[in-house]
């Protein structure tokens, strides 16, 4: 199956699943002390993402592939430990990435855990052992959809309510080639999102040796919902936190890498933070949006291409509506980045070039402070050097 991501979580696009370098992203990915001191919030959101990293990543891939003859090239996409029999810990993924200094280092934060063990709903807890026990149903409502290749909305009614069977059977659906085996291949964890002691149900699925998804039930006002499910593949790897705080990431090509970061509150309404899609190592032109929103293209052309990485920032899930924020950096031949002054923005050619297509290149701690603000409101704590 050829697959894309052009943000970890897109439900189109099609690109060339080869081997990716090392990934910028991959100590973001391993980070389990990201997350969850927050507050309630009020809006639930139905994620789309889509981005031109197809675009970007297509000429990226055509190239690397001469420049990494007699080299091994690592897959910087997220993998998935959870296609084997009892091994859906949804602990996360190691590949073998040389990189210790990323940009994903700059995100940092804190999780707070207390209350998860001693704080215990019964009746909530009572609910989640007699769904996992093949009753009572889960109803669908399509809020907090994120799931890319298993669309739930393709195989669930909107209203409709479904026994942990019967959405499995649901689920197989989807492709001819999914098959899941209740007693091995799904898992469950009691979590607590919002850290209010009132347990929420974390259901992990692997379909294949390709797919698996995250699925989170709550008992609102006696019954049982399923307010998100998200997926993950070889190229696109979720995690979900014992406070329900999200992370995503993966790739989209060798030189195109994804991140992105959500949570569940204590309601149940999935809450989107932010992503980013780093494009390192530019080949051909680069397609960004303007502030219209278009989709333009950027030459490259007598550019130092092989140092440069432009990261592109979006605080909206539903690509439609993303305002995108660039960024420029210089990264040196083992993609480390190079120190720059605070108020540069690039090589003075390239942020013309940016300028001529009407896109704005913003400063790295510009751009950073925006994400350090969209985590305040609710209580995150962001740090960036």
Request: aromatic share 10%.
């Amino acid at each position: 199956m050829i697959m894309s991501l052009a943000a970890c979580g897109s439900k189109t696009g099609n690109n060339d699943s080869k081997k990716d370098t090392d990934s910028l992203v991959e100590a973001t990915r391993q980070n389990d002390d990201i997350g969850a001191t927050y507050e309630s919030v009020n809006d639930s959101s139905t994620v789309t993402a889509e981005t031109d990293a197809d675009k970007n990543s297509e000429a990226a891939d055509t190239e690397n592939a001469d420049k990494t003859s007699g080299d091994e090239v690592n897959n910087a996409g997220s993998g998935n430990d959870t296609a084997s029999v009892g091994d859906t810990d949804n602990s996360g993924v190691t590949d073998n990435t040389d990189n210790s200094e990323t940009i994903a280092d700059d995100l940092t934060g804190t999780e707070d855990n207390s209350g998860t063990d001693d704080k215990v709903d019964a009746g909530s807890a009572d609910l989640y052992s007699e769904f996992k026990a093949g009753t009572p149903k889960a109803k669908f409502t399509g809020a907090g959809e994120r799931s890319s290749y298993l669309d739930l909305s393709s195989c669930l009614e909107v209203g409709e309510s479904y026994t942990v069977d019967e959405l499995v059977a649901a689920i197989e659906t989807v492709d001819p080639y999914l098959k899941t085996d209740l007693n091995g291949y799904i898992t469950y964890k009691d979590i607590d999102c919002g850290s209010d002691g009132i347990p929420e149900l974390l259901m992990m699925a692997s379909f294949g040796d390709e797919f698996s998804i995250n699925i989170v039930f709550k008992e609102i006002d006696g019954e049982l919902r399923i307010c998100y499910d998200q997926d993950s593949w070889s190229r696109c790897y979720t995690e979900v936190s014992d406070t329900g705080f999200i992370t995503t990431s993966g790739s989209s090509g060798a030189s195109v890498h994804d991140y992105e970061e959500a949570f569940i509150d204590a309601d149940g309404n999935y809450v989107f933070l932010y992503g980013f899609t780093e494009n390192m190592t530019l080949f051909g032109d680069f397609y960004a949006f303007d502030a219209d929103n278009e989709s333009v293209a950027i030459p490259t052309e007598g550019l130092d291409i092989e140092h440069i990485c432009i990261m592109d920032y979006y605080f909206e899930p539903d690509y439609q509506d993303r305002i995108h924020y660039y960024y420029c950096i210089g990264i040196d031949d083992d993609f480390s980045e190079v120190e720059w002054d605070e108020d540069y923005k690039g090589d003075e050619e390239l942020v013309k070039r940016f300028s001529e297509a009407g896109v704005e290149l913003y400063t790295k701690s510009e751009v950073l402070k925006m994400v350090e603000e969209k985590r305040a409101e609710y209580g995150l704590e962001f740090k960036y050097v």
